[in-house]
């Protein structure tokens, strides 16, 4: 089952530059919240500071908190490497180990802690993690065949299954569609709306369409100037963001000419 | 054919007429020696050392022809058994060697004697066995840079039934610091001291002609150029010409006989300071009847005493066997060296007896 | 277009004669580039040429299989040859593999620090300026290096094989760092937040992800790094030293390797023969020995080419497409 | 499947081996300088009797190198350093534009079969070791080229450079100069083409589209793209030509002079291939003398890496 | 002014692999054509046969014709340079000159046949070319500095500038917009709009709306499966296209849910 996520006046800097200002949010569990808003405006920073990945950034750093199930990921006894196994992401461009095997793939989060799987176990947990990515019925007669093999969509959803397969209870992607073709598409928004029984969902997006056909939720980030801090305008359920926004920015950019 | 022992080859078998008489007293060596110096010497300490490993086939000896310089550096730090030098020591490293001998000083004496080829590339006239005959003036200035042309005056009187060319003479000299540079200058200065006026030393004074490193730059460089002069260890003069060499009246052309002659009418330098040791110093204005007087005498450097009393076992069985009559015979064969004569054994003998080995 | 100047575009076509010149301007180069390349392979062709020519005619097994004791100028040994290179042959390998054991680690794990933990930092700065002056240390300075610091610290003297590998390995190290680092910059970062996003350390991402998806690229440039030592001559000759038997003890006694052997038979030139000597013995055998000495180390090197190549592929990012 | 239970708490594994490994690769990197010290120290300690010595054994020392032409260190190194310096630029200057033209002429004009087994055969090159240059130079170049040189002293005798008489057999500054810029040429031509090779596509096509012809697209796209890589692979040529040691050693006939004769024998000599020579004979205070050399040319490529350093960021930034 | 071209029975090959098989279309002069359809399917491979760049790529020729006001860019005696200084391309991702100037970049193809441009004519040139491509006021203070200093938009604009110097009659546009934010993309849309008065424009789009919004007319291509060559399914006026395709294939994809 998915975790509750509460960000509580979170500033995030990069260096000495505020990115993004004072944002305070509560994801729902097992919903799908979707990021909108123009470039820069900070939607993907926001995301990465949900699992810690934001540190990864030299000088990156952030303050107020972020609740997982009221527990503060950025305690000081709070080891990242232990979030991000809670909090998995997954990224714009599909980003497969390359030399790794379809199945490898799968299994490199476990693998790489250095855990023992026997040979049944991680059969299991492969086709179980290829089935939640929708990708089982494509790849079960390949999975010896390296990840890169893939088609981009394949791999998208290989990249999920990777990031399923140690066990979530959040998953976190950035425009996982943007690099792909509309059929790709198609199958990561079906999968999602899947995934959501099990996972909370944060997704950032671009497509506002997009945004509309998944999303439970809707942020909707903006940011006043280039070169200014981002920040959260307005949340809420995806019908009134949509259909009703009660922010006159929200409403400007969703009703805007841009697809 | 098997690998044999570490790739070794058994010695050969031929050239070594084994040095049966003079070692069969003595109690055979075993054990790993080194021994680095001169390169003029190193072809025949490579025969040498088959000779002798064959007789002591438990002895493995070496030698790095890293030149003079290096060869007495590493001794006097006591890394090596022996080194080979063209130059004898300096009073400095006599007195240096107090730290590495066991007791007393180093010394040394003389192991190898080779005649220098004063080489040429003419053509028409160099080759195989094709002289020309010059006296020491004539080389002195032809080396300074004084007499340009292979037609000049001064070479044509000598040569008077030589069709000479008017081409440029190119003269190649040593460039690195070389015991050959040495001796070739000693004996013009000595000949000749109104033509040669440099003071004497290992390096070339001049600026004439053209460098080149080792005596194998210097035969390359003489064989790959018209009208080319040069001096070089004789063994190496293979296809060039050489000079026949004013001695007396007569011209005398290189050959290991008449340069033992010139060293045997030498006296022994009794400015060496130090116990024991014998330093030819070389008579270039003798007039020896068959004497060819432009010669490379190489020594071997040793203690008296040794801290560790294999290593002068060896050093003394080693020693007697590089002068002694066998020895010099594999040496003249396989280096084109000249066999000492009976005399100086003699006084080198002596020397040898010196080294303690108990 | 408001406020646009106008153009009179009629001025900037172009006319027939620059259309021209610019045509002959491109034949011209291109010819030229045509021409520089073949100038080039004209002397790059004769080395290659001069040493198969001159090296085959020693080459052979007795060559490879024996050393130079006993050899005795010009004559032949009981094993009907003329003395070979094998004591060269296992030194090189020794020395180089001494060479590659201290540089290779060293080398990894310094680009590991400048690529993965320290991008950017002043220190980082600084060591990649040093690794660039240290990839022009000459090679004779590398040897001084290590004949100086044996002299001062084991004692005057010292010759061995380590104290070559030494000296080759600083050589060899900063090739190993740029290359290795060249290496870890291409590989995606995708690949570095894809492992950290599955909460895998940072150790087991580099060790498991980076240096894996990079090894085909480190290994390459390890070997290109030990083709450019195996030639070295000048540093070996003051350090390694010069033996005619085989000697496989790294750490004691001289050792030779394939590049000092061809310099010090190029250096005999020639050996006398014995008025009593048979027809058998070779006056020039030493030149013979060092074209022949050379070759081999010319396929030494292109075998190590290959291997590098080889290895690339073997271990290369697999991909269908 | 999942499990409820947050794991936040529970320590991650690997955190002491995390801990080491950055340990273990700053201990590497720092280790770098700590090298680069040691190289200076050592050569600085043997070297140390020419500044701490006896001054007067140190005159002898040189006095007996040179024939007495220099009578202390600087006297010495001077012309050694300037036919070094001089021996790598001529070398740096013939190879540069031939390796960029090969460079190009295999990333841009060849088509893909006979480019990849050129780029094979550069790299080969690239490999083969100095005493085998050092070799052909001396035995094949020297009398081949002479005739090339004879006829350069006789018609363009009167720039300074090239003055008569070309030297017989040709062991000049010219002919080394050759033979190094042979040895350095694949060297630079493999990094060259390495870098033209990765010019952005879209560079090339942008200027194509423009209606570039071949050449405009290489001058606009190519070479400025390639500038910085190429000065690097220069400065790497540059820096091999002026330690080079077995080539220079087997085939010039040196001389210690301030001299720009090329093609004149006996005019220079260069430090490394001089400590070669030199080496051998020399005692422990030569020694020193010669490593005093070795570190004079050690601050020589010293300063030559990091202007190219320089150079590159500044082209590249 | 804008030209017209004319493809005539155009196959397109990569080596042995046809690529796009049988194109016929007419590209009508100051018109905005716009090539829509699945990935692969050879939109990017026919706009480059337009002015010949697809030859650049070893081993790719065509058959058939392309008939720039009635001349066969293919006919023997062209020469592809002169083809490609009137066909101007514009290219997906931005790409600048990075060792030039703003300035330089602009001038970039000028340059290659006036070597020597007064310094008004050039300036005239570049604040020409820059309003035409709707930059001017923001960069005009800083022409000097290096063009890829400039934001993904801006650079965009910059090289359709760059094109435009030249003046070309046609204008060939690979996805200009795909790698740009809403803001920078609006802009360059507009621009679009303006050019079309001089220019014949073709542009490549994954984006339905975009197409709508800004085409007179659009082909769709398709393709049969993957590793079948591409075709021109149905090219119409763009109202036609999206409002009532006289096209299954077409209609399916206009209509489909992605966007
Ligand atoms: N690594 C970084 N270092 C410094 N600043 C950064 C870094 N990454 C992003 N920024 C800045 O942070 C701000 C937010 O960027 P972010 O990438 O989160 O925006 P975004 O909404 O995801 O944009 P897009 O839609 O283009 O992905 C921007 O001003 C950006 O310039
Ligand atoms: N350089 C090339 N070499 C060989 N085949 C190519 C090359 N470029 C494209 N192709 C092939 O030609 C076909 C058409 O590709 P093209 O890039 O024109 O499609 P597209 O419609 O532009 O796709 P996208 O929307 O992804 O840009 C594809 O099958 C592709 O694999
Ligand atoms: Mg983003
Ligand atoms: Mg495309
Ligand atoms: O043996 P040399 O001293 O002349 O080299």
């Keep these: 089952m998915g975790q509750r996520i509460d960000v509580k006046n979170l500033n995030i800097y990069y260096g000495d530059f505020l990115a993004v200002e004072d944002v305070n949010i509560n994801i729902e569990p097992n919903k799908v919240t979707a990021f909108i808003g123009p470039s820069g405006c900070g939607k993907s920073t926001v995301l990465r500071t949900l699992d810690r990945m934001h540190e990864i950034i030299p000088g990156a750093h952030v303050k107020g908190e972020v609740l997982l199930e009221g527990r503060n990921l950025y305690d000081k006894d709070v080891d990242p490497v232990a979030v991000r196994r809670d909090v998995g992401m997954v990224f714009q461009r599909p980003n497969p180990f390359p030399t790794m095997s379809i199945r490898e793939n799968v299994l490199a989060g476990v693998k790489l802690n250095n855990k023992h799987l026997s040979k049944s176990d991680a059969d299991d947990l492969v086709e179980w993690a290829l089935r939640g990515a929708n990708l089982w019925n494509e790849v079960k007669d390949r999975l010896d065949n390296p990840g890169i093999g893939l088609s981009g969509g394949q791999q998208q959803r290989l990249c999920i ?86 922010n006159e920015e929200a409403e400007r950019y969703v009703s805007g000419r841009f697809g | ?244 060499v004013k001695v007396g009246d007569k011209y005398v052309s290189y050959s290991a006989e008449a340069a033992a002659k010139v060293v045997d009418a030498s006296p022994l330098d009794d400015s060496a300071k130090g116990d024991n040791r014998v330093v030819v110093k070389l008579d270039h204005t003798t007039t020896a009847d068959g004497a060819y007087p432009v010669v490379l005498v190489s020594y071997d450097i040793v203690c008296p005493a040794y801290k560790d009393a294999n290593t002068a076992k060896f050093v003394k069985s080693w020693l007697t066997y590089v002068v002694s009559e066998d020895g010099q015979k594999v040496a003249a064969d396989n280096a084109g060296s000249a066999p000492m004569s009976d005399t100086l054994r003699a006084k080198v003998t002596k020397s040898i007896e010196a080294i303690k080995t108990k | 277009m408001k406020g646009a100047p106008v153009i009179d575009f009629d001025k ?10 610019r045509k002959r301007k491109d034949v011209a180069m291109g010819g030229l580039i045509s021409v520089a390349f073949i100038v080039a392979l004209i002397p790059l062709f004769s080395v290659l040429w001069t040493t198969i020519v001159n090296g085959v005619k020693r080459l052979n097994l007795n060559f490879l299989s024996y050393n130079m004791s006993g050899v005795i100028g010009g004559q032949p040994t009981a094993s009907g040859g003329y003395g070979g290179i094998q004591h060269a042959i296992i030194g090189t390998l020794e020395i180089t593999l001494g060479a590659l054991l201290i540089s290779v680690p060293i080398g990894i794990m310094c680009s590991v620090y400048l690529i993965e933990y320290s991008r950017g930092s002043k220190f980082a700065k600084a060591i990649g300026l040093l690794v660039d002056v240290m990839s022009g240390v000459p090679s004779i300075v590398a040897g001084l290096f290590a004949f100086s610091m044996f002299t001062i610290l084991v004692g005057p003297g010292t010759f061995n094989g380590f104290e070559g590998s030494v000296a080759l390995s600083l050589l060899m190290l900063p090739t190993v760092i740029k290359s290795s ?141 | 499947m999942s499990s409820e239970k947050s794991t936040l708490d529970q320590p991650a594994g690997g955190k002491s081996a995390d801990k080491i490994f ?149 062991r000049t500054v010219a002919t080394v100069s050759v033979v190094l ?24 096509e942008a200027a194509l589209a423009l209606g570039a012809t071949k050449w405009e697209m290489i001058k606009l796209a190519v070479l400025p793209f390639g500038k910085s890589g190429v000065v690097s692979a220069s400065m790497l040529g540059l820096g091999r030509a002026l330690g080079e040691t077995m080539a220079v050693l087997m085939i010039l006939s040196p001389g210690m002079h301030y001299s720009f004769k090329i093609l004149q024998a006996s005019q220079n000599q260069t430090i490394a291939a001089n400590i070669a020579a030199q080496y051998p004979e020399a005692n422990s205070l030569g020694v020193s003398t010669l490593i005093g050399t070795g570190l004079v040319l050690f601050l020589i490529t010293f300063v030559v890496n990091f202007i190219a350093r320089k150079i590159t960021q500044k082209v590249s930034a």
């Design chain 1, 161 to 246: 299954a990777r990031a399923v397969a140690v066990h979530p209870q959040v998953l976190l992607m950035d425009e996982p569609c943007s690099a792909l073709d509309p059929i790709s598409t198609l199958a990561v928004e079906d999968l999602i709306n899947e995934l959501k029984n099990d996972y909370t969902i944060v997704i950032v997006t671009h497509n506002m369409q997009q945004a509309a056909r998944i999303a439970d939720f809707t942020a909707f980030f903006n940011l006043k100037a280039v070169g200014q801090p981002g920040h959260l305008e307005y949340f809420a359920d995806t019908t009134t963001m949509f259909n009703n926004p009660q």
């Design chain 2, 1 to 244: 054919a098997a690998l044999g022992a570490c790739g070794n080859n058994e010695p050969a078998s031929s050239g070594s007429s084994a040095a049966s008489k003079s070692t069969t007293s003595a109690e055979k060596i075993s054990g790993e020696f080194q021994g680095a110096g001169a390169s003029s010497q190193q072809a025949a300490v490579e025969a040498w050392i088959a000779s002798y490993q064959s007789q002591n086939p438990d002895a493995k000896i070496s030698y790095n022809p890293s030149g003079s310089g290096a060869g007495v550096s590493t001794f006097l730090t006591g890394a090596t058994a022996w080194a080979g030098s063209d130059a004898s020591l300096s009073d400095d490293e006599v007195s240096q060697s107090k730290s590495v001998c066991a007791d007393g000083t180093a010394f040394d004496v003389p192991v190898y004697i080779s005649p220098i080829a004063i080489v040429f590339n003419l053509k028409g006239i160099s080759g195989k066995d094709k002289h020309l005959n010059l006296d020491g003036e004539t080389i002195a200035k032809i080396f300074d840079g004084k007499i340009t042309k292979w037609n000049d005056d001064a070479i044509k009187q000598q040569n008077p039934k030589v069709d000479l060319p008017d081409t440029a003479i190119t003269v190649v000299h040593r460039s690195d610091k070389s015991g050959t540079t040495k001796n070739f200058l000693s004996y013009v200065k000595d000949v000749a001291p109104d033509a040669w006026t440099y003071d004497l030393g290992e390096n070339w004074p001049n600026e004439v002609g053209q460098g080149a490193k080792g005596t194998d730059g210097v035969i390359n460089t003489v064989s790959q150029a018209d009208g080319t002069i040069g001096y070089a260890d004789a063994s190496k003069a293979g296809d060039l010409g050489t000079v026949a």
């Design chain 3, 12 to 21: 900037f076509k172009p006319t027939r004669s620059m259309i021209a010149r």
């Design chain 3, 181 to 321: 680092e060249e290496m870890l910059k291409i590989v995606p970062n995708d690949l570095r937040e894809a492992s950290y996003a599955l909460g895998v350390t940072k150790q087991r991402t580099i060790t498991k992800i980076v240096l894996r998806t990079a090894l085909p690229g480190i290994v390459s440039g390890v070997i290109l790094a030990i083709a450019r030592v195996v030639g070295e001559t000048a540093p070996l000759l003051m350090t390694a030293g010069y033996i005619v038997t085989t000697n496989v003890n790294l750490f004691s006694g001289q050792m030779t390797t394939l590049p000092v052997y061809v310099y010090q038979e190029y250096s005999k030139l020639k050996v006398a023969c014995p008025a009593s000597a048979s027809s058998a013995c070779v006056t020039d055998i030493p030149m013979q020995r060092a074209w022949a000495a050379a070759l081999v180390l010319i396929i030494v090197v292109l075998i190590l080419n290959l291997i590098g190549r080889l290895v690339a592929r073997v271990f290369a990012v697999k991909s269908e497409r």
């Design chain 4, 22 to 170: 950055k340990g273990v690769a700053y201990g590497c990197g720092a280790l770098i300088l700590v090298v680069l010290a040691a190289v200076f120290l050592f050569l600085f300690f043997r070297a140390w009797p020419l500044i701490g010595g006896d001054q007067k054994a140190n005159q002898a020392t040189i006095e007996s190198f040179t024939g007495g032409s220099a009578h202390n260190f600087w006297q010495y190194v001077g012309p050694l350093a300037f036919g070094t310096i001089l021996v790598a630029a001529l070398a740096l200057l013939i190879a540069f534009f031939v390796s960029v033209g090969i460079a190009l002429f295999i990333s841009q004009y060849a088509p893909k079969g006979l480019a990849t087994a050129l780029s094979t055969i550069v790299d080969l090159l690239a490999a083969i070791p100095s005493v085998i240059y050092g070799l052909w130079g001396g035995i094949v170049l020297v009398p081949a080229i002479y005739p090339f040189w004879n006829w350069v002293a006789k018609y363009l005798g009167w720039i300074p450079l090239f003055a008569g008489p070309a030297a017989n057999p040709a």
């Design chain 4, 181 to 204: 810029a042979v040895m350095i040429l694949p060297i630079i031509t493999s990094m060259a083409r390495d870098v033209y090779l990765q010019t952005p596509r879209l560079q090339q």
